[in-house]
């Protein structure tokens, strides 16, 4: 399975303590190089430029060859490499969580999924415990509405 990430999922992976879903659920993640930036950037988090000093094993950094377009010319650099990377490589799934470039990426008809997506997988494995991960997650600066929140907290009771 081939997943490709933006710098949201994993940076708030970091802070809730659950970047280690990621190699629980998808084996390897490859993040462009615009990604391995913004997670090192003195304006990242500190534990988050701490995490990404040393990638691990199945985290890989790979440049982006495909030419951009107008669509994605308007989102940030990650997620712009992120949607052409995963087009490039013909991910089986794009991790992303900002609005405009998930609708971006849904364009292109990609699939995608979120740090919520992430978390309701976890939860469905019994992976994690879900009101924990999701008020840690609610301490951090991401945001969801209340009820996207209690919807997928009902689903795992």
């Known amino acids: 399975m ?7 999922p994993i940076n708030y992976l970091i802070l809730i303590d659950h970047i280690n879903l990621l190699p629980e659920l998808f084996q390897q993640i490859i993040i462009p190089q615009a990604v391995y930036s913004e997670l090192s950037d003195a ?5 988050v430029q701490t995490w990404i000093t040393t990638p691990p094993d199945w985290l890989k950094i790979q440049s982006v060859n495909q030419p951009s377009d ?3 010319d308007l989102l940030d650099p990650g ?6 990377l995963a087009q490039e490589l013909n991910a089986n799934l794009l991790l992303l969580d ?3 470039a998930r609708r971006a990426a849904i364009e ?5 999924t979120g740090i ?3 978390l309701d997988q976890a939860a469905a494995m019994k992976l994690i415990n879900l009101p924990f991960a999701i008020q840690n997650l609610q301490n951090t600066s991401f945001w969801a509405s209340d009820s996207l929140l209690q919807k997928l907290l009902d689903k795992h009771v």
């Open 2 to 8: 081939i997943v490709v990430s933006n710098t949201s």
């Open 43 to 47: 304006a990242a988090p500190a534990p």
């Open 70 to 72: 107008a669509i994605v």
């Open 79 to 84: 997620e712009r490499e992120a949607i052409l």
């Open 98 to 100: 900002d609005m405009k």
């Open 108 to 112: 292109k008809q990609l699939v995608i």
């Open 116 to 118: 919520l997506g992430i």
